[in-house]
């Protein structure tokens, strides 16, 4: 998972450094940019003051290739790549090209595969051949955007899992992963339909390819939905706060507990389904678990990096209270199993777990860190089980169902709950070419 957007068109380089800080919940390992300079693209990590029309930015959440290190954008000589997702048969890719007599430079990172395949099939068969084939043979979660030769090109996966949007004011075309990027510098925007590509020279020129490849089943991240997203963006046209909402309705509608005194959220991504499952519930919702704002995001983090000094307990308000404790997802349980102990030295009664996503039991290929089953606290284990390691007196997740009626389609990728991948994999094989 990254963020990821460009600006083509007057003061390139203020737009990217301006759509910046509405990417980086997406990625902190490390922002970069490239802007195409005199012709040449050149990779910089600050454009301020610099004089172009074509830039590229992105935020960096490592799946595969090294942590805390900044290997995007990606330049090829006249080629840059920015990319958000995972690409699940890289190494098949990088098989490809050596067929073709190339010789594959960081073949254990899926973006620098991505990237000189994409630069591959654009020089042997042109834009939309290229296009053509990308969508056929690449398997996985992507969202592109690239420079070649002077054209700025957007492409969203055929399966739409992970986002990408198009923009336009009256200085040019902006494209960004999250629309409220968009939004809030005040451009007019739509989302780029899933199996599509488009191409802007700097004529003005649009093209639009991929109608045969964007009628296909749709397999939408729903942790997008549930932890990534900006609850201010949309995704696949639907509001994120919206069903973050109607996450936390579907969590009160089955609540056995009468004695729940106070509902407390694990900031901040789980805050909206917290205020609904509370008001539906008539209980107070109130912050007892409050975070360092100035760590950012835990689960994002590098695994040498993750620690429980995010958070700080009001002591005063959890004493002898009974809890709803509302966490968006547990992937790893890391975060619980800090706060409950501590919850507990400080006098709270009860502690009940409600977590607005289904039970996470099967590795990611498409964009999220959680490539092996082996890290996940749900694989292998009943819910009861995952209670007694998290040491809360009771525990309820929402079933896929639950979660399908709240995001509103059918038309989700439930891989991580179900093991059910919108295309075949082999999860052994992928969990050896994912570890580090």
Known sequence: MCGIWAFMGLGSPSYVVRMAPWHMHRGQEGVSYVCSVGGALIKLDNVNNLASTLCLGHARYSTSGPYNVELQPIVLGDM?????????????????????????????YDAWVLAMYLRYLLTKHGVEGAIRRLFMTVKGGYAIIAIWKGQLLLIRDPWGIRPLSVGFNEDGIAAASETSALEVLGFKWRELEPGRAVVLNSRGDVSEYGDEFGNGKRAYCALEYIYFMRPDSYFNGISVYNVRQRLGLSLARKEPIKDIDVVAPIPESARIAAQSYAKALGRPMEDLVVKNRFLGRNFIKPPMERNGELYGIVREGVRDKSLALIDDSIIRGDTLRSLIPRLRRYGARAIHVRVSSPPIRYPCFMGMDFPTRRELIAHGRTIDGVREILGANSLIYLTVDELLWSIGVDEVCTACFTGNYPFDVNIDELERDFTR
């Open 80 to 108: 840059a790549l920015v990319f958000n997702g995972t690409i699940a048969n890289y190494r098949e890719l990088a098989r490809i090209m050596r067929g073709e007599g190339l010789e594959v430079a960081n073949e254990h």
